[in-house]
Structures are given as structure tokens and as C-alpha cells.
T-cell receptor
């Protein structure tokens, strides 16, 4: 049982490059989300999805795109990386969008933009 | 806006002693959930304990317990018999229903160091 799998674990980009952070879960969870973690800022919600074909913005969505074509996958796209996007990114999933349904986190991706 | 505040950026405790981490939140909702997550140096996010707002009894998980004061909007975490493995970042988080919420909101975290 793999849970939530994020790839890659580390990535270095140059300003202006694009890339996709991958997130997959094998628990048949409907709810998936992306957070970024910065020192002294906690975790902030970027985008989330309540099911295949449905996505919405969180607190800090600018510079990021998402799509949810399947229940299992929820990739996060950086179209033109900026140094301000240097962060640790976490994908998380839960059975439903409900406080009674605990979030399962991936192990994170550390992204550095130079 | 609904917020979660952790006022202690860093704390330290001697091994085997007890430490309390503070968390306050702001909401007009009556039904919500509160959580404490632990993030060790491995970066993994681990759920420590969960409290449902409509339950008056404080949640307990082994050495971890909470002091939930609903009227004061306070949700502190007590770690008893601290162990070296408790060294980690601790995040308080909340899930509020209603409006544009319905997602987990995190505080900024408290870095706990357990000293031998």
C-alpha cells in the first residue's frame, strides 16, 4: 500500500523553466490538495480537488496550474518558475472533504529555483 | 477570515519532562475539527492527535494530550515524558466548515527540541 506518492523528491530549476510535480494516491480518495511549506509560514494551500474533473484555488494559487483527469493523479504545474516558488511542496489526499476524514501526506518535493 | 495562530516559534524541553505547545484559532463556526501534526527532520507529516469541536472531552493519544478550551478558542498540545524522537516541527491545524473553507488551515509551526 503506497499511500500518497510524490515525484521527484528534489528538483532544481532555472528561472523561466517549466515543470510538473507528480502526485498519485492508491487509496481511492476523492479529495486531493497541494500545499507549499516555507520557513516561518507553515503550510499554505495552493490548489485542491474534490474529485476527477473538479479543481479549485486555495490561498496561494498564482503561478501554478492543476488538473484532475483521474481519481488517482493530481499533478501540479509550474509554467514559468520564479525564485519565489522555491519551497517544499506537499501533496495530500483524504477520503472526502470533511474534517472527519484525515489527510494523508506525501513525503514532499523540495524545489529550488535559481 | 478563519485563522490559526502558534505564538511560540521555538521551544525546548529536557528529556522525560513535560512541555505544552500553544495554539489559538479564530472562527465563527460552531462545528470544526482541530489537529496537531508532527514533522520530524525526515519531512514526513504525521498526524498526532485530533479533536472534534462538539466533543467536550479532551483527546488523548498515549503521551500526547490536548487542552481544548472552546470558549477561549485555544487548543494546546501537552507532551508528557518527552523523548528525543519528539524533536520535530509541530503544526496546529483546523478544518472549518462553511463558506469557502472546507480545507485544512495550518499555523506557522513550533520547532520543538528535546535535549538529553
Amino acid at each position: 500500500n503506497a499511500g500518497v506518492t510524490q515525484t521527484p523528491k528534489f528538483q532544481v530549476l532555472k528561472t523561466g523553466q517549466s515543470m510538473t510535480l507528480q502526485c498519485a494516491q492508491d487509496m481511492n480518495h476523492e479529495y486531493m490538495s497541494w500545499y507549499r511549506q516555507d520557513p516561518g509560514m507553515g503550510l499554505r494551500l495552493i490548489h485542491y480537488s474534490v474529485g476527477a474533473g473538479i479543481t479549485d484555488q486555495g490561498e496561494v494559487p498564482n503561478g501554478y496550474n492543476v488538473s484532475r483527469s483521474t481519481t488517482e493523479d493530481f499533478p501540479l504545474r509550474l509554467l514559468s518558475a520564479a525564485p519565489s516558488q522555491t519551497s517544499v511542496y506537499f501533496c495530500a489526499s483524504s477520503y472526502s472533504r470533511d474534517g472527519d476524514s484525515p489527510l494523508h501526506f506525501g513525503n514532499g518535493t523540495r524545489l529550488t529555483v535559481t | 477570515a478563519q485563522t490559526v495562530t502558534q505564538s511560540q516559534p521555538e521551544m525546548s524541553v529536557q528529556e522525560a519532562e513535560t512541555v505544552t505547545l500553544s495554539c489559538t484559532y479564530d472562527t465563527s463556526e460552531n462545528n470544526y475539527y482541530l489537529f496537531w501534526y508532527k514533522q520530524p527532520p525526515s519531512r514526513q507529516m504525521i498526524l498526532v492527535i485530533r479533536q472534534e469541536a462538539y466533543k467536550q472531552q479532551n483527546a488523548t493519544e498515549n503521551r500526547f494530550s490536548v487542552n481544548f478550551q472552546k470558549a477561549a478558542k485555544s487548543f494546546s498540545l501537552k507532551i508528557s515524558d518527552s523523548q528525543l524522537g519528539d524533536t520535530a516541527m509541530y503544526f496546529c491545524a483546523s478544518f472549518f466548515y462553511g463558506g469557502s473553507q472546507g480545507n485544512l488551515i495550518f499555523g506557522k509551526g513550533t520547532k520543538l527540541s528535546v535535549k538529553p
